[in-house]
């Protein structure tokens, strides 16, 4: 019967390995067995309980497998080079269909002829790439024919109906990462079904051509609770007929192999347990990554430039627009899932055009730094706010964490908010009796400040109105002023009147904000520091820092200090800020 085939595609060979195979016989023919499919449930990525749609890429291939002897053990020397018209023909056609992408093609799997004589047969076949790289949540609506052909007229040459196998287009193919990606998508489907390729030869109109037309079983294949992928093998037997009586029927050839091969990223390096790693690399590297299209290649860069205008995403706005940059992220987002990259690929490609922005940089700040009180509350708020939560979901950042990146989920922040929380809780009695003490000290009329600092003051043993004065600042008279010979190093227990008279003696100018003791890098919650400048006239003229204990909510035990005592000065180095506490270094200069 006469056929017309219409212009296909072949897809870009990944990889090939051609059998040319010629043998002594009378007359051969092949036949094709009914496929047996061998289904393997598809493992979760390490980290996930799961598999999702989202998670790997698929490419499906056919590849011959030579099996048994090889015919030419039996003797014959010459190779055949190439196609001659013979008495038997034959080929395998596989048709691949994808509806919700739009997406056909055709593959020559083997080309097969033998005639009369006694070494002209030949077989070719090679490894063929029967679909591009498609997201597994897209892949599960492949489906496969596979067409035999056969002919047993001299003059019918099926090679040049189907095509030659060694010929091939370039659609899409990937060969490994940074040599040419191909990704299958809904937005891309528009850009490669162009008619590139072979033009297909039609058969004579007298022709007679038998064909045959069956569907393989589905080669990835989800039912919601688990997803499994399957190899079908097709048999393909040699039938030696008339003049050979040591032929003993037929025997196996080979075995046509359908299979996917799976990855989790085209863009990035794969480690351990599948998961992509995103580390070292930069937003130029992936925009630069070449992309196979038709008979070249062009860069991720330019594909995205060429999305539709509704669609496409501005690759430099104004980093410093918070709304602007989410938007176009929002854009990007939706082109690159649309070009049908997964998950990893689109969050690297985000990770590192945000990256750009300070509102990403500040959203993720480091835990350590969030924590440390160099920022206030109100600041981290802020930067908490601009979590471009019109862009991402949780599990994007999830993703961007489990490819190595550092990233502030929302449960990062929550934990970042309750350290904080316990930390004021920590500082707060600390920085309430400090204000209070400013207050008094503060206070130039001696009779409000001796009535103020009573209800602050009390000791275990002496009770209210009372507490444990000490001096390790220096001589400055403190001794006589209070009326004693000699003050211990432990201190003696003073009243409040004597409070009032000492510190309305030494002429304190100025008062700095109170800051927790620091204690092998933590805050204490009982011990507060303040620094203080005298005026002229001042019996202790340099000034210097004034330490106090709390015990029970009032205050214990009060210190005259040097400003080196507990390392003041470096921890003010090491810790700028303390609970909303920020003492300039111009003030320490100032006690020197």
């Given at each position: 019967m006469s056929m017309r085939f219409r212009n296909f595609f072949l897809l870009q060979i990944a990889g090939a390995v051609g059998l040319v195979l010629t043998g002594c016989s009378t007359s051969r023919q092949i036949a094709v067995d009914y496929p047996v499919a061998q289904a393997n449930d598809l493992k979760p990525l390490g980290g996930y309980q799961a598999v999702d749609g989202d998670d790997y890429y698929v490419q499906l291939f056919s590849e011959f497998e030579l099996k048994g002897d090889s015919t030419l053990k039996t003797g014959c020397s010459e190779i055949g080079s190439g196609y001659e018209k013979g008495s038997s023909t034959a080929g395998v056609v596989f048709k691949v269909k994808n509806e919700a992408l739009n997406y056909k093609q055709e593959v020559t799997a083997l080309v097969y002829q033998g005639s009369s004589g006694k070494c002209n047969f030949n077989l070719e076949t090679r490894k063929a790439a029967l679909t591009p790289w498609l997201r597994l949540d897209l892949s599960k609506d492949t489906t496969i024919d596979y067409q035999f052909m056969t002919s047993n007229q001299s003059d019918t040459d099926i090679s040049k109906i189907i095509g030659d196998v060694h010929k091939s287009t370039n659609l899409l193919a990937l060969t490994g990462v940074g040599i040419g990606i191909a990704v299958m998508g809904k937005l891309a489907d528009e850009w490669v079904q162009s008619p590139i390729g072979q033009t297909a030869v039609s058969a004579p109109s007298e022709a007679k051509v038998s064909t045959e037309t069956h569907t393989l079983p589905l080669a990835i294949q989800s039912d919601g609770n688990k997803t499994v992928f399957r190899e079908t093998r097709l048999p393909v037997y040699e039938v030696v007929e008339g003049g050979n009586p040591f032929s003993g029927g037929p025997k196996q050839l080979g075995e046509l192999r359908i299979y996917p091969e799976i990855r989790s990223s085209l863009l990035l390096k794969q480690v351990s347990a599948g998961i992509p790693s995103a580390r070292d690399v930069s937003l130029q590297e992936l925009l630069s990554m070449p992309i196979r299209m038709g008979e070249g290649n062009i860069e991720l860069r330019q594909l995205l430039e060429n999305s539709p205008i509704d669609e496409k995403p501005n690759l430099q706005p104004d980093w410093r627009k918070y709304g602007e940059v989410e938007s176009q992220c929002r854009k990007l987002k939706r082109v690159l899932r649309g070009l049908g990259f997964n998950k990893f690929d689109r969050n690297a490609v985000l990770y590192y055009y945000l990256a750009q922005s300070p509102d990403w940089s500040n959203y993720n700040i480091p835990?350590?730094?969030?924590?440390?009180?160099?920022?206030?509350?109100?600041?981290?708020?802020?930067?908490?706010?601009?979590?471009?939560?019109?862009?991402?979901?949780?599990?994007?950042?999830?993703?961007?964490?489990?490819?190595?990146?550092?990233?502030?989920?929302?449960?990062?922040?929550?934990?970042?908010?309750?350290?904080?929380?316990?930390?004021?809780?920590?500082?707060?009695?600390?920085?309430?009796?400090?204000?209070?003490?400013?207050?008094?000290?503060?206070?130039?009329?001696?009779?409000?400040?001796?009535?103020?600092?009573?209800?602050?003051?009390?000791?275990?043993?002496?009770?209210?109105?009372?507490?444990?004065?000490?001096?390790?600042?220096?001589?400055?008279?403190?001794?006589?002023?209070?009326?004693?010979?000699?003050?211990?190093?432990?201190?003696?227990?003073?009243?409040?009147?004597?409070?009032?008279?000492?510190?309305?003696?030494?002429?304190?100018?100025?008062?700095?904000?109170?800051?927790?003791?620091?204690?092998?890098?933590?805050?204490?919650?009982?011990?507060?520091?303040?620094?203080?400048?005298?005026?002229?006239?001042?019996?202790?003229?340099?000034?210097?820092?004034?330490?106090?204990?709390?015990?029970?909510?009032?205050?214990?035990?009060?210190?005259?200090q040097h400003p080196t005592f507990r390392d003041f000065e470096q921890s003010l180095n090491d810790y700028p800020e303390i609970g909303g506490c920020r003492i300039d270094k111009s003030f320490v200069d100032r006690l020197r």
């Open positions: 835990k350590i730094r969030a924590i440390a009180d160099d920022l206030r509350p109100a600041t981290l708020q802020q930067f908490r706010s601009r979590n471009f939560s019109g862009c991402l979901i949780d599990e994007d950042y999830q993703t961007m964490a489990m490819m190595g990146l550092s990233v502030n989920s929302a449960q990062d922040w929550q934990a970042i908010q309750d350290a904080r929380q316990k930390k004021e809780s920590v500082l707060g009695p600390v920085q309430s009796i400090g204000r209070q003490l400013t207050s008094v000290i503060q206070n130039k009329n001696p009779a409000e400040m001796a009535r103020q600092i009573y209800p602050l003051i009390a000791t275990p043993k002496e009770g209210g109105g009372k507490v444990l004065l000490q001096n390790h600042l220096g001589e400055f008279g403190l001794e006589s002023m209070l009326g004693i010979d000699y003050m211990p190093g432990e201190g003696i227990v003073i009243g409040y009147q004597q409070f009032e008279q000492v510190f309305s003696w030494l002429y304190i100018d100025q008062l700095s904000c109170t800051r927790p003791a620091i204690e092998q890098g933590k805050p204490l919650g009982h011990i507060g520091l303040l620094m203080f400048t005298t005026q002229d006239g001042s019996p202790w003229p340099k000034g210097g820092a004034i330490e106090f204990e709390i015990q029970s909510g009032k205050i214990s035990r009060i210190a005259f």
